[in-house]
């Protein structure tokens, strides 16, 4: 605001306003007093935004003391705020980011959500209530009360947002309804409440106008063809059940049957050796990669081959230039060893993200794995090793430094190589597929986590339903697979056949996922016939750990994967997900942008393909 | 609450990493100790029917991971607590100090209906390890700057002291769940928020 030179208006301020939560990067002025504006920017877009501004920027000096560390490494690793975000001084939410809001305490509280039902600030009204702001807000949007909480308010749409403007237009120019603006809003607000029944409803009009309406309407070809699919499909396949108080035209269309895949030999010392040229070369990288994909790797050579499939060694690299390479990541280490090692105390007292990270790993390294052989005992040299290795991971890499789950990541990789170079060099590669699990602000994980909402909602409609019903849509339950690739939940031998098989990153993007869902489906009967709520879910899915057969659930994984490129209603999002062309060649599908109501939506449509799924988005968009 | 219905109680153990919430839940509910517990990804709960004023009540006790950044994810879990136990390491003064931030961020995220009137209970654990560098007197007054908070020294590893600190764990939780039901018969209409939001219908067959 002070930097910015474009012109605004505040159309509404109230001080007294205490920041109860925001996102990451202003850590250090929650519970700080300020004031709240709404301000509109004077130009072309009349941008509004919430902006909220603390009082005086003295910092209680306790709080410095706790906070400060933290927001610096906040600051560097930001992914999810916007740029202005993060260069404003103060906090400023666009209102297009809005998408409900919740009013409560006596109108004393305001919490702000985004389209995911996120919170993106929270404010508390210490000297009266939010009406002043209320109204402001319902002058330049348009609000209705949420069904299920009535202190939530849907924004349905800013009454001067281009979109709402375009599509007023649209069905303007349609002339179908004598009061256009009216029908919209009403249409928006059924299908925001019996979604189906709507689009029924509204594809029937459209119907009439096609195929009955009293003068030729000019019309694509192919925007014929879409309605005329659309409409056969649901008439062909739909089922009807009661949901609550409305009734659910529901369609699920059917995954191909799915096929075995069994699983192969593993990649044995002949086959490797085959494989390379006489000088070294391993020539033909794809086909080493299947072999490992469809057996993994025979225990005698996977010392060698998990360093290319980590990237340390370099697969076209001849024994000489191996050589070099391994010479010179030795070199490169202990450097980086050594910048740690020679730390005086003074240093380190003066360095407390350092001091930070290294208590962390003291602590962690002493609960990794301590019931193998490799590290069992007191005073192990492995633990040790395994504490270097992770200090000077620290230096490699400092933004992200030492975070919870590592040590997993590396022990197996320890225990394997035995080799504290070599050791840290794959993991350094490990580190590179995963490191998005570790950010700061958790969006790795959470794009994940809805990522496999929507894999789910795909492949197992029914479950995935289940789940959402009983408040575990969140897939929160799936955290821990995610975080450490399922290391807590398979012993030595079967974590290293599971890593290596994920490494060479067949047969698609993202199939660690599918792994998740082939887990779940395994446990679906249980889970639905025990009528599981999110406590139990969350039980069950913990105690699987040591319980899963490695090469069945491979297996099921792998004909999952099967079965869901050769769906004929394959969606753009499942295409993202799992690395696949879209084809939708309109609008691209940003399926992070989608809510998990949407995503479910356009998956579980018939005959989705692109133009439909963009036409379910250009409706979805404009009343969420 | 005139009902003799199956009480559960919500309890969250929350502290910095390696203070050892984990083996305290574990010695409190299975009565035994490891130094080899792993660092906690994600959460886990263990649940313990105890007797609190003649009433049976099930505790169900939620464990998370202690590193900061994981903390976004606690939200969902942090719903519908009925009392927040504190943990730090009196050998540790780092963890003394992360206290306040432990308080105010569960404050935040679970959004309990009257903040200054939530329970919670601070344990100082690990009093079996030398040195210490944090006495008794100190974390008492942080307590009673927080408006009286019950404190206890314990030690997972001896099992000194964490039966009675659950026991007063599970009394406060008790209370606090007493007032809000009070609360919400004056207010009817919002009933139906907690009701299905904290403790559906699956509370009670919770045996997990």
């Given amino acids: 605001m002070e930097e910015s030179a474009e012109e605004s208006m505040d159309l509404c301020c109230q001080d007294g306003v205490l920041l109860t939560s925001a996102p990451a990067a202003y850590m250090n002025y929650i519970n700080t007093v300020g004031t709240l504006f709404i301000v509109e920017y004077l130009n072309s877009n009349r941008t509004r935004c919430i902006e909220w501004k603390p009082n005086d920027v003295t910092i209680d000096s306790e709080m410095q003391d706790q906070e400060w560390a933290m927001v610096n490494t906040v600051e560097r690793r930001t992914r999810t705020f916007s740029e202005t975000c993060s260069r404003s001084k103060y906090l400023k939410v666009n209102m297009i980011e809005v998408k409900s809001f919740r009013v409560s305490r006596n109108k004393q509280k305001l919490a702000f959500m985004d389209g995911k039902g996120e919170s993106l600030c929270n404010f508390l009204f210490q000297h009266s209530n939010c009406d002043l702001l209320l109204a402001t807000l319902k002058g330049i949007l348009r609000t209705a009360p949420s069904r299920r909480d009535k202190h939530l308010h849907i924004i349905l749409d800013d009454l001067q947002n281009p979109e709402t403007q375009q599509l007023n237009k649209s069905f303007a120019e349609l002339n179908l309804f004598q009061d256009p603006s009216d029908y919209v809003w009403g249409f928006v607000r059924n299908f925001h409440n019996k979604p189906y029944e709507t689009a029924m409803e509204a594809f029937a009009k459209i119907t009439d106008i096609v195929y009955r309406g009293p003068e030729h309407r000019i019309m694509d070809d192919e925007v014929h063809d879409i309605l005329n699919r659309s409409l056969e499909a649901i008439e062909n396949s739909t089922t009807t059940h009661t949901h609550d108080e409305y009734e659910v035209i529901a369609h699920v269309p059917k995954l191909p049957d799915r096929k075995d895949y069994p699983r192969g030999r593993p990649l044995s010392a002949d086959q490797w050796k085959g494989l390379k040229d006489p000088e070294g070369r391993v020539e033909d990288v794809e086909s080493v990669k299947l072999m490992i994909f469809r057996g993994g790797i025979s225990p005698e050579i996977r010392k060698e081959v998990w360093k290319y499939l980590l990237d340390y060694y370099i697969w076209d690299n001849t024994n000489t230039q191996r050589q070099n390479l391994i010479k010179q990541r030795h070199d490169e280490y202990n450097v980086m060893k050594l910048q740690w090692r020679s730390m005086t105390h003074i240093q380190e007292d003066n360095f407390s993200d350092y001091r930070e990270r290294k208590s962390l790993i003291e602590k962690d390294v002493k609960r990794t794995d301590r019931t193998i052989d490799y590290f069992e005992g007191d005073q192990n040299p492995n633990v040790l090793v395994l504490y270097d290795i992770l200090m000077t991971y620290v230096m490699y890499n400092f933004d992200l430094g030492y975070v919870q789950g590592m040590s997993d990541l590396l022990s197996p990789i320890l225990y394997l190589l035995d080799n504290e170079v070599d050791a840290f060099w794959c993991f350094v590669g490990f580190m590179n597929k995963v490191s998005s699990n570790f950010d700061m602000d958790q969006a790795g994980m959470k794009e994940q986590l809805q990522h496999l909402n929507m894999l789910l909602a795909f492949v197992e409609p029914e479950l995935a339903n289940y789940l959402k019903k009983h408040e575990s849509g969140n897939m929160f339950f799936c955290f821990r697979w995610l975080l450490v690739w399922f290391k807590r939940e398979f012993n030595m031998e079967d974590i290293m056949r599971l890593w290596e098989v994920l490494w060479t990153g067949l047969p698609c993007q993202n199939f660690h996922l599918l792994i998740c869902i082939a887990i779940l489906e395994t446990e679906k009967e249980i889970l639905m016939e025990n009528n599981y709520g999110f406590c139990e879910i969350l039980k069950h899915i913990n105690d699987l750990s040591g319980n899963i057969d490695v090469a069945t659930i491979l297996s099921k994984a792998e004909g999952m994967y099967h079965q869901i490129i050769e769906a004929d209603h394959l969606t753009d999002s499942v295409r993202l997900i799992i690395g696949l062309p879209i084809l939708g060649n309109t609008v691209m599908i940003d399926s992070k942008e989608a809510s998990p109501d949407i995503s479910e939506l356009a998956s579980s449509s018939q005959g989705a393909d692109g133009e439909e799924v963009c036409y379910e988005r250009a409706i979805s968009n404009s009343f969420l | ?208």
């Fill in chain 2, 1 to 208: 609450m005139a009902t003799r219905k199956k009480v559960l109680l919500k309890v969250i153990i929350l502290g910095d990493s390696g203070v050892g919430k984990t083996s305290l839940m574990n010695q409190y509910v299975n009565k035994k100790f490891s130094n080899q517990y792993k660092a906690t990804i994600g959460a886990d709960f263990l649940t313990k029917e105890v007797i609190v004023d003649d009433r049976i009540v099930t505790m169900q006790i939620w464990d998370t991971a202690g590193q900061e950044r994981f903390q976004s994810l606690g939200v969902a879990f942090y719903r519908g607590a009925d009392c927040c136990v504190l943990v730090f390491d009196v050998t540790a003064p780092n963890t003394f100090k992360s206290l306040d931030s432990w308080r105010d961020e569960f404050l935040i995220q679970a959004s309990p209906r009257e903040p200054e009137n939530f329970p919670f209970v601070l344990l100082g654990n690990k009093v079996d390890l030398e040195p210490r560098a944090i006495s008794s007197k100190r974390a008492q007054q942080w307590c009673q700057s927080k408006n009286g908070i019950p404190y206890f020294e314990t030690s997972a590893k001896e099992a000194l002291n964490v039966e009675q600190a659950f026991q007063s764990i599970a009394r406060n939780a008790l209370t606090q769940q007493n007032q809000t039901v009070d609360l919400y018969n004056e207010f009817p209409d919002q009933i139906k928020l907690t009701n299905t939001t904290n403790r559906n219908s699956n509370g009670d067959s919770c045996a997990c």
